[in-house]
């Protein structure tokens, strides 16, 4: 899948990859893609809670070993 | 009324442990779009600190809490160290070392620190209201404590937490 920004979030324990999404797309502009990959098994559920609750679009998310990826549209 | 949520917390405890929930829960409700406030009352106000190493862990009278090494071969890991009460509190040092295992802990699991969790939450633009009456019934003074909060009593958090969608005790 095609994006415009990429977030390493892996490592990370909740909020913080949460938090650097939030962050990064601020600087995203509006339906700008960012891929964000994380290690957390947390963020899967958090993820699509968090697209749910602020309106910006989970478009996949797709799960590799112990890695998630996830692509989020910004609003 | 405008239609932003909002959350508010009263953060009541002073130790390294409780100092989680109150700064991961702030971060993400600001990340989700609340605008949040935190009202820091009582042994709380030690999460306001400039200096935030006095915040530790006590085993001490604490069932729940496991003691696991942070380091060494992971059968070594697996074992707790729990210790009855009296030998606890025998120990010298003991909160310093447990405190220590902790923040090592927390380090390996990738867990923000909490001077990292409450800057996150100042970006966020998270409001810290700091308990006036406690500051001057634990003799504190205003300089100990960071800059940017403010400083007011129970009517100053019902003024925001008479509004808001969430309200937690901590």
Known sequence: ?????????????CPLPILRCKKALNDCTSGQVLKIVST???????????????????LASAEAGSEYTFFIKKK | MDDQKKMAIIATKGTLDWAY?????????????YETQIFFTFYGLQMLRKDLSGLKVSPLGNPGMPMKMPFGPKWFRGINWNMPNAIQSLVPGYEIVATALMKQTIKNNGVASIPELRELCQEAEVKFIACQMTVELFGFDHSEFIDGIEYGGAATFFEFAGETDICLYI
């Open chain 1, 1 to 13: 899948m095609d994006f415009d920004k990429e977030l390493d979030a892996r490592g990370l324990n």
């Open chain 1, 40 to 58: 957390d098994p947390g963020s899967v559920k958090d993820f699509a809670a968090f697209a749910k609750q602020t309106g910006n679009e989970l």
């Open chain 2, 21 to 33: 929930p109150p700064f991961i829960l702030a971060s993400t409700a600001a990340a989700l779009g």
